[in-house]
């Protein structure tokens, strides 16, 4: 089986369109599913330091805005950017006008100030990265010197994707379908 051949560009317009695609559904597959709502939220969530009330946090790869809604009710004042605009939409809608959001790619440096955010989150979105460099150099850019970064990733121990070859820690272009409620991406 031949490998497909990796063009960021690409890569990138078919995630923005697949997530574009899922934004209107998101939300009601993801957060009370025993995945998103049951272990990485809470897992993320309880490696964030407290209390963030009063901090300025970026949620770097917010989607439809769970992670962002969290942190608005701790107090924080959140900053959420996604690469897709109708995630943008639904984490602007979830969070009633309470945070700023942004649509920006993290695969390019992120449009915000040196030394601007006490902490980070950034939940399951780097696995769409080729290369983590211009992200994890953008996050130490935005933190502040005693800033605090969770970042969470799929679990190793989970199941291969059908057209993964190497293992959890080779870097390789994969794809899988998802189908959330009426919704079928690739």
Partial sequence: MSRPTYDAAEHRGQTREAYDRLAGVWSMT??????NGGL????LRSLVPQPVAGQRVLDAGCGS???CAWLLDQGADVVGVDLSERMVDEAVRRCGGRGQFLVADLAEPLPVEPRSFHGITCSLALHYLADWRVPLESFAKALRPDGWAVISLDHPGGPPLPDQQGGYFDTELVSDTWRKADVEVT
Avoid at 30 to 35: A, F, I, R, S, V
Avoid at 40 to 43: F, L, S, T
């Fill in 30 to 35: 993801t957060d009370d599913g025993p995945y």
């Fill in 40 to 43: 990485e939220r809470p897992a």
């Fill in 65 to 67: 805005g769970a992670q």
